[in-house]
C-alpha cells in the first residue's frame, strides 16, 4: 500500500510512502535519536512520533526494516511516514479517524464496523459522527480509513494527518519600486540618483509592519473621496469594495476624464496593494472604497459621508477642500461631517482626514479645520516643512511628501500628466523613466492618504480604538522635527504636534489594547530553578504587560542544567516577546520557563520551552496541556538538545 487516495477536509489526497523515513514512538525515556537502529532523527514531534531515517540495511525495503523495529521492546508504535502528491513534507496519521456514518446509522451497525478492524471509541459527537482510534490489532490507520470509506455503511472515513506547517513572519515587501518610496522608509538616498535625502525622515512604516509582523488586516476599509480613480490599476484593481460615483449615483465609476486623475494616486499612497510589482501603500491589505466626485454641495456632502458610514468606511480620505473665505463650511457640511466621526464604525466613529492645502497660507482648507477632523500637512525628505503645505492652529499632524524629492505613486491610464513637460518629464520630474503605472505626485493631497493608511495599521492592532482615540495617538507619539522654539504646548503652526511615526502609533494602540484586555497580571519570572516548579509570584505590577512587551517584569534567573524533558513552545527573535511568552507560560502552567540564547545565520534567537522533568511523560502530559489550552504546536523536547 505505497500508494492510496484519502479523504482530508474537502479534499482527496494522492499519498505515496515515504521509502526511507518512519514515525517511531517509545515508550522509554531514551529519545529515538540513540537508538541504534536509527541513522537520523529529522523532527522530534510531528502527530506523537518522533520522525526518523532508519539505518540502512542491504536487502531489506523500508517495510521490512519497520516490521522489525516494531518488534524491539522500546518501540511502543511505528508508523509509516507517507508524502501529498506534490509536497516535500512528510506526513503522518496520528492514529484517530473521524467517522461520519451514513444516516440512519444504528449504533449497533456502527460498532460491528469499528469492531472490524479493531478501533477504540475515543469520542461520540452526534448519533452518526465520532472519533475513533487505532489498537495494536488495527491495521495502518490509512488503510482503515481507505477500507471504511468503501463500506456502505459510512459517509466519510477522514484519518487525522499531522505534517508541517507555513510559518508566516513578516517579509519586507518586495514590490520593484518601493526603494524609491522614501516617505515609507528614508535610506539618505534614491537608488539610481544622485541625490541626497536626510536618513530616517519617513513615517517609520516599515518599523510598523514589523511590529505588526504583517501589513496590516484586510478587514480596515479605507474610503478615499475624491475625482478620477482608475480601477483597472495594478495596484488597485484587486482591493476595490463598495464603489460609489456621485455624478452617476451608482457604482459605475466616472473614468477617463483627462480633467480628472487626482483619485489614483491618493489612493495608491494609502493602500497600494503588496504584489511583487511596482509601489506598495501604508497599509497594503486594506480594503479601497472609491467614493467618485468631490462637491461644495450640501447635499452632495451629506450624501458622500453618510454613504461612506453605511458603507463600512472605518477611515475617510479627503484631499481637497478650499480655503477661499467666500466658501467657508456652513452647520450642514459641518454637521455632516460630525455625524460620521460619531457615527461611523458602530458609534467609534470614523477616522476623518483632510489635507490642510498647499496654499501657503497661515490658515488651513476650511474642512480640514473642523474639530472632528484629523488635519494633514507636509513635510519633505529632508525632514523640514514643506514650503506650500499652509499653517495654523487646527493642524494635527505632518507626513512626508514632496517639495524636496516628490513621492512615487500610481497614475492613471489617461493621466495627461504635467502639460507644460514633454516626454518622460510630464510624470517623472528626474526624467528617469519608472513605466506607465507610475508618476511622481505630492502635496498634502499625498501626506492625507499617507496617514490614512498609518490610521489603518494602528485599526489593525487595535480595531476598538474610537476615532478620537486615534487622533490623541497620532499627535501623542509624533516626532518633533524643525526648532524646539516653534512648538508652544507641544503643537506647532507648520507641524501640528510633528511629523507621523506609525511606528510609535502601532505600539500605542497596541499597547491600549493590553491594557483594556488585562489591567493587571503576575509578575514575569524568566528562566527558573532546575530542580522543580517555579512558584508564582503574589505580587502584581503596577499596570500590565503589553503583548509587544513594554511593562514592568521581575526576573528570578538560574542555569538550567542540560537535562531533563520539557516542553518547546517557540523560537522567538524579539527579545520583549521572550518576556511576554515567558510570563504568560509561566502564569498558565505554573512549571519552569526555560530560554537558551543563540545565534541563528547571525542573529540572536531565543529557544522557549516550559517545563524541567526527569521523565518523558511528564513532558508529554504538559504538552498536550499546553497544545490544548493555546493551540499552538508545541512538542515534548529533550533539554539537552534544546
Not at 292 to 306: H, P
Not at 464 to 483: Q, W, Y
Amino acid at each position: 500500500m505505497s500508494n492510496l487516495k484519502i479523504r482530508n477536509g474537502k479534499n482527496e489526497l494522492s499519498l505515496k510512502k515515504s521509502k526511507s523515513l518512519v514515525g517511531l514512538r517509545t515508550q522509554t525515556d531514551k529519545a529515538a535519536a540513540d537508538a541504534p537502529f536509527v541513522q537520523e532523527e529529522l523532527l522530534q514531534n510531528l502527530g506523537g512520533f518522533n520522525i526518523v531515517k532508519l539505518s540502512k540495511e542491504e536487502g531489506k525495503d523500508i517495510d521490512q526494516q519497520l516490521d522489525e523495529v516494531r518488534e524491539r521492546q522500546e518501540v511502543e508504535v511505528g508508523t509509516h511516514v507517507y508524502y501529498a502528491e506534490g509536497s516535500d513534507k512528510p506526513l503522518v496519521a496520528t492514529g484517530e479517524l473521524y467517522i461520519t456514518f451514513a444516516a440512519g446509522t444504528e449504533p449497533a451497525e456502527q460498532q460491528i464496523a469499528l469492531e472490524e478492524f479493531k478501533l477504540e471509541l475515543v469520542e461520540r459527537r452526534t448519533p452518526t459522527r465520532l472519533i475513533a482510534r487505532v489498537t495494536a490489532g488495527s491495521p495502518n490507520p490509512l488503510k482503515v480509513a481507505h477500507l471504511l470509506q468503501q463500506s456502505s455503511l459510512v459517509k466519510v472515513a477522514e484519518p487525522d494527518l499531522d505534517t508541517l506547517l507555513d510559518e508566516y513572519e513578516y517579509q519586507d515587501p518586495a514590490d520593484e519600486l518601493v526603494p524609491q518610496q522614501w516617505h515609507l522608509r528614508n535610506a539618505g538616498y534614491i537608488p539610481g540618483a544622485n541625490y541626497r535625502l536626510r536618513q530616517g525622515a519617513d513615517a517609520k512604516i516599515f518599523d510598523a509592519w514589523r511590529r505588526l509582523n504583517g501589513m496590516g488586516s484586510d478587514r480596515i476599509n479605507i474610503a478615499i473621496i475624491d475625482n478620477g480613480f482608475d480601477l483597472s490599476h495594478p495596484d488597485l484593481r484587486t482591493k476595490v469594495f463598495r464603489p460609489f460615483d456621485l455624478w452617476t449615483q451608482s457604482s459605475n465609476m466616472s473614468q477617463g476624464d483627462a480633467r480628472f486623475t487626482h483619485g489614483t494616486p491618493c489612493a495608491s499612497v494609502a493602500l497600494a496593494i503588496s504584489n511583487g510589482r511596482g509601489i506598495v501603500g501604508a497599509a497594503p491589505n486594506a480594503r479601497f472604497m472609491p467614493v467618485n466626485g468631490t462637491s461644495f454641495s450640501n447635499r452632495a456632502t451629506e450624501q458622500m459621508f453618510d454613504y461612506c458610514v453605511k458603507n463600512g468606511a472605518d477611515i475617510i480620505s479627503c484631499s481637497w477642500g478650499t480655503t477661499d473665505p467666500k466658501f467657508s463650511l456652513g452647520p450642514i457640511k459641518e454637521a455632516a461631517i460630525a455625524r460620521a466621526a460619531r457615527e461611523g464604525r458602530g458609534g467609534k466613529g470614523a477616522i476623518i482626514l483632510f489635507a490642510a492645502g498647499n496654499d501657503d497660507l497661515d490658515y488651513l482648507n476650511f474642512y480640514a479645520a473642523h474639530p472632528d477632523v484629523i488635519a494633514v500637512g507636509a513635510t519633505t525628505s529632508k525632514d523640514t516643512h514643506a514650503s506650500y503645505s499652509n499653517r495654523g492652529r487646527e493642524l494635527d499632524i505632518c507626513a512626508p511628501s514632496n517639495g524636496d524629492w516628490p513621492i512615487l505613486a500610481a497614475r492613471a491610464s489617461w493621466d495627461p500628466g504635467i502639460t507644460w513637460e514633454s516626454g518622460v518629464y510630464k510624470y517623472y520630474r528626474d526624467g528617469r523613466d519608472r513605466g506607465p503605472h507610475y508618476k511622481h505626485f505630492g502635496g498634502t493631497s499625498s501626506s492625507t492618504p499617507l496617514v490614512a493608511g498609518i490610521c489603518a495599521l494602528m485599526l489593525s492592532a487595535n480595531p476598538d480604538l474610537t476615532a478620537r482615540e486615534v487622533k490623541e495617538i497620532l499627535r501623542s507619539t509624533a516626532d518633533k522635527i524643525g526648532s524646539p522654539s516653534e512648538y508652544t504646548n507641544g503643537r506647532s503652526l507648520k507641524y501640528g504636534y510633528g511629523r507621523v511615526n506609525a511606528d510609535r502609533a502601532v505600539a500605542e494602540a497596541l499597547r491600549r489594547k493590553d491594557r483594556a484586555a488585562a489591567p493587571t497580571v503576575p509578575a514575569a519570572t524568566v528562566g527558573a530553578p532546575s530542580s522543580g516548579p517555579a512558584q508564582p509570584s503574589a505580587a502584581a505590577p503596577a499596570g500590565g504587560i503589553s503583548s509587544n512587551g513594554q511593562g514592568l517584569f521581575r526576573f528570578s534567573v538560574k542555569a538550567q542544567l542540560a537535562q531533563g524533558w520539557g516542553v518547546q513552545v517557540g523560537v522567538f527573535g524579539d527579545y520583549s516577546n521572550v518576556l511576554v511568552q515567558a510570563e504568560k507560560l509561566e502564569r498558565m502552567f505554573r512549571q519552569p520557563v526555560i530560554v537558551r540564547i543563540m545565534e541563528l545565520n547571525g542573529r540572536t534567537v531565543y529557544k522557549v520551552a516550559i517545563g524541567a522533568f526527569a521523565r518523558f511523560d511528564e513532558a508529554k502530559q504538559l504538552n498536550e496541556r499546553v497544545k490544548a489550552e493555546l493551540g499552538i504546536s508545541a512538542f515534548p523536547a529533550d533539554l539537552s538538545k534544546v
